[in-house]
């Protein structure tokens, strides 16, 4: 059941760096070739290969049988970041010399309240040089190991009645007593089987917790944390996994640092898509022309979660454009272009559904209210193509905990399935 495994694979993706490790072996097991960006490439028709930059984000891509170079560019790109507290240097903070705390900053545009009074830990990487080199390692402090803890109604009487939280102040989590003191390293460098002095450098988050779960009447939502976006993430790998991928350059792409703009090497707006695809085309002795007219003729699917409209306030949603959950793909529109769908990338993806019975919906904002933006058109500054932004619909956007539909993750994985058939 594809809804469980999206659970299984949000439980193994507890970071961005975590998400990539295992979208990695899920495609060695299909039988993909790695690449190193900084190695020759020598590609082959037929084959299938993947590429990271930064841990943090990947393309993979399959290469037609036969020399069909002009037959255009299939792309779908989501995004493996969310939401989070990324902890500082030096966190360790001691409060009434009696507690220790860690010193965290918002990373993204978060829902902050429902951090609260839930169990947390950390995850993401360290770096440590080894037989002089610098290593990657993956950390999960796999235990409950961190709270924020709420400050009681008796002593803040407004919580109930809007409260603007403080980042320096009531956002960071409880770690020990102070008997834990200077042990924080300690315990990330145990996880990886290292010395506490053999770190370098971090990147590590906290993360909740609490498991996934299917819930409702008739078992039709279920709620976790990171389904934006690691619910579209999942959907397009399985669809690009599941299709034949036989008469396009098909390819699944998966970025970092959606949630903070982008302007990362390894974002949407960096060169990484663009250098591979030139690279691509100039590995299989494609011309520059070749490039041009693939990109000309493929189209870009930007995959990111949309919101549902919300049982309790109707009211903010557009008055007829009403996505719901398990009510099908989400169509993302904008006249200023935060998504750039338009009438020609909106055209191709219907006849995508309807030919295949996949439901569809549209979203677009309350014209008196500013909405988000996703990375299709951050991803057309460098690469320029027909690209429509989707998502699946969900409720609680960038809560440690969101909910979305059973039957939504299907309807996504099929209409990729047959993009890349």
Excluded at 75 to 93: L, Q, Y
């Amino acid at each position: 059941m594809p809804a469980k495994e999206l659970l299984k694979f949000i439980e193994h993706s507890p970071s961005c760096y975590h998400a990539v490790e295992e979208m990695k072996m899920q495609l060695l097991k299909y039988g993909f070739i790695q690449l190193k960006e900084d190695e020759h490439w020598n590609l082959s028709y037929g084959k299938s290969y993947f590429v990271s930059r930064n841990d943090s984000s990947l393309i993979a891509f399959s290469i037609p049988k036969e020399n069909k170079c002009r037959d255009g560019f299939h792309i779908i790109a989501s995004h493996g970041d969310s939401p989070c507290f990324k902890i500082k240097e030096n966190p360790e903070m001691i409060s009434e010399n009696s507690y220790v705390k860690l010193n965290v900053e918002k990373y993204g545009g978060m829902l902050c309240a429902p951090w609260f009074d839930r169990p947390l830990s950390v995850a993401g990487r360290i770096v440590v040089k080894q037989n002089n080199a610098f290593v990657t390692k993956l950390v999960n402090i796999d235990r409950d190991l961190l709270l924020i803890p709420n400050l009681a109604i008796h002593m803040s009487r407004e919580a109930n009645t809007g409260y603007s939280y403080n980042a320096q102040k009531d956002l960071l989590p409880l770690y020990g007593s102070i008997s834990s003191k200077n042990t924080f390293f300690k315990t990330i460098a145990e996880s990886v089987d290292v010395k506490e002095s053999d770190i370098l450098g971090h990147d590590l988050f906290l993360y909740n917790r609490q498991e996934g779960s299917i819930w409702g009447a008739a078992h039709e939502f279920l709620s976790a944390p990171r389904l934006d976006d690691l619910q579209c993430t999942f959907a397009s790998l399985r669809g690009f996994l599941s299709g034949t991928r036989q008469e396009h350059f098909c390819i699944h792409c998966i970025f970092d640092n959606e949630e903070v703009g982008s302007a990362t090497k390894q974002g949407a707006a960096s060169t990484f898509l663009y250098d591979t695809l030139t690279r691509i085309c100039n590995n299989l002795g494609l011309s520059q022309e070749d490039y041009f007219i693939n990109l000309a003729k493929g189209m870009m699917i930007s995959a990111d979660n949309a919101h549902a409209v919300h049982p309790n306030y109707p009211e903010k949603s557009d008055p007829v454009n009403h996505p719901v959950i398990n009510g099908g793909i989400v169509i993302k529109y904008n006249a200023n272009q935060k998504y750039c769908t338009d009438a020609v990338s909106a055209a191709m993806f219907k006849d995508l559904c309807q030919s295949n019975n996949i439901p569809y919906q549209t979203f677009t904002n309350r014209s008196d209210m500013a909405g988000g933006s996703t990375l299709g058109n951050i991803s057309n500054t460098q690469v320029a193509l027909n690209t429509i932004d989707i998502g699946l619909p969900q409720l609680a956007m960038h809560s440690p905990y969101e909910t979305a539909g059973t039957m939504d993750t299907v309807y996504l994985v099929n209409a990729c399935k047959e993009f890349f058939r």
